[in-house]
């Protein structure tokens, strides 16, 4: 039990990194959370960072994921499921000890868990994610259709429960989380960013 309480406690702590605010904060003396959206994650760090600092929260959110998914490994200890250890970072990443218990949307850290997990599906909710990016021009679109992907394939493809609840219940973690631009998509005043279709529909 120690030694779950442990790499349970060590996932979490991983997880609560949040590098789109450190970033901001060191290099650029600015504050994400109190610009933009107001969200830790990649997207927010984009707008206000800039496209290089916003790759580098991008690339250290999948990566703390999958880092953590991986400390079973690590660690030697295969018993202890690779899905419940990445669950802690994803809470870590919503809840980080760093900011007062608050953070980001989890879709980055969610993504580097499921890299480790379940390698073929990532690569499959990777190629929606860019699709949707490319066609709607709006990362709250892409998210919010890569889970529900991500969810109907654990349900009725791999038919995984461990995976199926964790993927239910972040789908609607993140449409709650999305729910003010579920908002701003109705009314069309949601933001998009500078590629794909409908940002250049709306260029032209």
């Not at 909710?125 to 709607?136: E, K, S, W």
């Not at 791999?158 to 973690?173: G, K, N, Q, R």
């Amino acid at each position: 039990m120690l030694k779950i309480a442990f790499i349970l406690v060590l996932a979490y702590l991983l997880g609560s990194m949040v590098p789109g605010y450190w970033l901001g904060k060191v290099f650029y003396h600015k504050d994400i959370r109190t610009e933009g959206s107001g969200n830790i994650g990649t997207t927010n760090a984009f707008r206000i960072l800039g496209p290089v600092p916003g790759t580098i929260v991008l690339c250290l959110d999948i990566l703390k994921g999958a880092l953590a998914a991986s400390l079973p490994a690590l660690f030697g200890w295969h018993h202890v499921n690779v899905m419940l250890v990445g669950l802690f970072a994803i809470l870590g990443h919503t809840f980080s000890i760093w900011i007062g218990f608050k953070g980001g949307k989890a879709v980055a850290v969610s993504a580097g868990v499921l890299s480790v997990y379940n390698t073929p599906l990532f690569l499959m909710v990777c190629a929606i994610f860019i699709t949707c990016l490319i066609l709607f021009s709006m990362v709250s679109v892409a998210s919010m259709v890569g889970f529900t992907f991500a969810t109907c394939m654990s349900v009725f493809y791999y038919h995984d429960w461990i995976l199926s609840i964790v993927a239910i219940t972040l789908t609607i973690f993140v449409f709650y989380r999305h729910r003010k631009n579920i908002g701003r998509i109705f009314t069309g005043t949601e933001s998009t960013i500078p590629f794909g279709l409908v940002y250049w529909l709306k260029a032209h």
